[in-house]
T-cell receptor, first 111, second 113 residues
């Protein structure tokens, strides 16, 4: 069975500091990988996705993610966090049609 | 506006009541699905459909029914609401032609008292 693990439930980061959110997956083959962001009371917005090719993926809002097959990871990074990045972030995989989500990481940004 | 429309946005039910959450899309996507979001558990798949007339169960289907009579609509029915069904519900669509470009609705916040 496939699963998605986000080890960090909550991360607090200072504005202007770098951010890294971890995501590990368990799946028999390389799945399609996604990161979504959800602001309070809002729906989900796609930040970026990985299907194949270059393992460093650029997304919206200055985010990037790196796929590492050897570690079964797809970590999300941002070099300099803005207060508007405070949200919940979800890693997700697609093992055939069905999008499976991690439990999410809540990011708090302090001034 | 093109996209996924969910209604209602908010709903309060009494235990034992039934209701239908509506999901409509105008993008001609083949695949539609329902997720529920609970704190600390991410989003979990309830039911999904790969086309009109075809539905299947996800991770947490108990207490919910779906049908897909048209490409555009995918209603989620709660047969006898329970407090455990208090959650935020999201409808999502996908088209193979867009290569896993999932589109989410804005959600329905349901409270069962």
């Amino acid at each position: 069975a496939q699963s998605v693990t986000q080890p960090d439930i909550h991360i607090t980061v200072s504005e202007g500091a770098s951010l890294e959110l971890r995501c590990n997956y368990s799946y028999g083959a390389t799945p399609y990988l996604f990161w979504y962001v959800q602001s309070p009371g809002q729906g989900l917005q796609l930040l970026l996705k990985y299907f194949s090719g270059d393992t460093l993926v650029q997304g919206i809002k200055g985010f990037e993610a790196e796929f590492k097959r050897s570690q079964s990871s797809f970590n999300l990074r941002k070099p300099s966090v803005h207060w508007s990045d405070a949200a919940e972030y979800f890693c997700a995989v697609v093992p055939r049609y069905k999008l499976s989500f991690g439990a999410g990481t809540t990011v708090t940004v302090r001034a | 506006n093109a996209g996924v429309t969910q209604t209602p946005k908010f709903q309060v039910l009494k235990t034992g009541q039934s209701m239908t959450l509506q999901c409509a899309q105008d993008m001609n996507h083949e695949y539609m699905s329902w997720y529920r979001q609970d704190p600390g558990m991410g989003l979990r798949l309830i039911h999904y459909s790969v086309g009109a007339g075809i539905t299947d169960q996800g991770e947490v289907p108990n207490g919910y029914n779906v049908s897909r009579s048209t490409t555009e609509d995918f209603p989620l029915r709660l047969l006898s609401a329970a407090p455990s069904q208090t959650s935020v519900y999201f409808c999502a669509t996908y088209s193979a032609g867009e290569f896993y470009g999932y589109t989410f609705g804005s959600g329905t916040r349901l409270t069962v008292v």
